[in-house]
T-cell receptor, first 114, second 115 residues
Framework: DAGVIQSPRHEVTEMGQEVTLRCKPI?????LFWYRQTMMRGLELLIY????????DSGMPEDRFSAKMPNASFSTLKIQPSEPRDSAVYFC????????????FGDGTRLSIL | AQSVAQPEDQVNVAEGNPLTVKCTYS??????LFWYVQYPNRGLQFLLK??????LVKGSYGFEAEFNKSQTSFHLKKPSALVSDSALYFC?????????????FGQGTELSVKP
């Protein structure tokens, strides 16, 4: 089975540019999570979806961040405009049922904002 | 509020020796507990979980963890460490009352196994 697929793996862009990160969850999973990982703040949950509906976006740092899940097999995390402090590794994870099943993580997008 | 604490930022072990990575938690309901491992430039990988039943759970790569309700702990253990076990380890908890699937992660413990 294919795991969670994220693209791009690396993104380098200049401050002020729009950044779009993409995620394809595992087929059949009904929960999707976006995380951000930095040395200073560790692993932070940004937002999660259930059946394509956002359930908790309390971790989204600012209005510059937005996330969508137009269908069960695709989600995007967008930053507009980007700032250097947004530099981090962004992970997508998915799971089935939201109960006692583990989350499965993609390999992340390493984002550098210059 | 739910929380997870991993009191050690780093654990150093000699190859062949037993290892323990500590985790304590706080939840309002019955805890669902997880351990994940992260290798460089990779996402988190699931190792094992405790939901209910036996307090000692076994997982991938020879790891096991012991659930202790009175001490609210879920320490990760391995009888004999390998150099290849060197990685970042995360403990996570989900409140049993929370149907949303959201996990709270600890800050991570860097495990270094030296030959």
């Amino acid at each position: 089975d294919a795991g969670v697929i994220q693209s791009p793996r690396h993104e380098v862009t200049e401050m002020g540019q729009e950044v779009t990160l993409r995620c394809k969850p595992i087929s059949g999973h009904d929960y999707l999570f976006w995380y951000r990982q930095t040395m200073m703040r560790g692993l932070e949950l940004l937002i999660y979806f259930n059946n394509n509906v956002p359930i908790d976006d309390s971790g989204m740092p600012e209005d510059r961040f937005s996330a969508k899940m137009p269908n069960a097999s695709f989600s995007t995390l967008k930053i507009q405009p980007s700032e250097p402090r947004d530099s981090a590794v962004y992970f997508c994870a998915s799971t089935r049922g939201g109960g006692n099943q583990p989350q499965h993580f993609g390999d992340g997008t390493r984002l550098s904002i210059l | 509020a739910q929380s997870v604490a991993q009191p050690e930022d780093q654990v150093n072990v000699a190859e062949g020796n037993p290892l323990t990575v500590k985790c304590t938690y706080s939840v309002s309901g019955n805890p669902y507990l997880f351990w994940y491992v992260q290798y460089p430039n990779r996402g988190l990988q699931f190792l094992l979980k405790y939901i209910t039943g036996d307090n000692l759970v076994k997982g991938s790569y020879g790891f096991e963890a012991e659930f202790n309700k009175s001490q609210t702990s879920f320490h990760l253990k391995k009888p004999s460490a390998l150099v290849s076990d060197s990685a970042l380890y995360f403990c996570a908890v989900r409140d049993g009352y929370n149907q949303g699937g959201k996990l709270i992660f600890g800050q991570g413990t860097e495990l270094s196994v030296k030959p």
